[in-house]
């Protein structure tokens, strides 16, 4: 049995970072791309972001955390996107980005149907 990296036992609980569909009503995937998003890397492991997740897609926001910039909490949302869009690919989800201007979401993962 392989063991679990380093550091996460640490992690947050999924049901703490998301908000929008109740559980029982995600589309088929999204449990699987929402935990490879929660065990994605931040930076001093403060993982801050949070997700909404609608029926036709995931909206990646920054959380308020104050001793991080606005800039490091942007970034570690990216690392989770990236998380996001490998762990859709495997899921067989296809999507797109789309950018928002409205702090402090930072995009949304559109699923193509």
Wanted: charged residues 25%.
């Amino acid at each position: 049995m392989e063991e679990a990296p380093k550091g996460l036992h640490w992690r947050k609980p999924l049901r703490s970072m998301i908000r929008g569909l109740p559980v029982e009503d995600f589309p088929p995937g999204y449990s699987e791309v929402l935990e490879a998003m929660r065990l994605a890397p931040s930076a001093v492991n403060r993982q801050p972001w949070r997700f909404t997740v609608e029926s036709d897609g995931i909206v990646v926001s920054a959380a308020r955390f104050e001793l991080l910039p606005m800039a490091a909490r942007r970034l570690d949302c990216g690392i989770s996107m990236l998380h996001l869009e490998v762990a859709a690919c495997a899921n067989g989800i296809r999507g797109e980005w789309k950018f928002l201007a409205t702090p402090p979401a930072v995009a949304k993962y559109v699923v193509a149907h």
